[in-house]
């Protein structure tokens, strides 16, 4: 088991910046892929962004060219760069991992961390 802890959600306005970061109890080295997900109100949770301990990524595409992922094995930290953030990307951002790119649902997740942007 590995305990997930998100940080770095704020207020900011459109077209600011701010960072997520994800924190885990233990050891992400072997958390093969881990990924941003997010919630706005009255929508279904949707992917942002994933990376892979190889360092492979894929984005939304709302999000291409201004979000980054980013992994620190050492650190058992993943990150999420936000930039150019429009009203659009207010919802609540949660980490995920699992240990296997085959397995379906993600087993490990933060509590998430709210971002609003205002208009």
């Known amino acids: 088991q590995v305990q997930l802890v998100e940080s770095g959600g704020g207020l900011v306005q459109a077209g600011g910046s701010l960072r997520l970061s994800c924190t885990a109890s233990?050891?992400?080295?072997?958390?093969?892929?881990m990924g941003w997900y997010r919630q706005a109100p009255g929508k279904q949770r949707e992917l942002v962004a994933t990376?892979?301990?190889?360092?492979?990524?894929n984005y939304a595409d709302s999000v291409k060219g201004r979000f980054t992922i980013s992994r620190d094995n050492a650190k058992n930290t993943v990150h999420l760069q936000m930039n150019s953030l429009k009203p659009e990307d207010t919802a609540v951002y949660y980490c995920a991992g699992k240990d296997s790119p085959l397995q379906g649902d993600y087993p490990y997740w933060g509590q998430g961390t709210q971002v609003t942007v205002s208009s």
């Open positions: 233990r050891t992400i080295f072997t958390i093969i892929v």
């Open positions: 990376i892979t301990n190889g360092g492979s990524t």
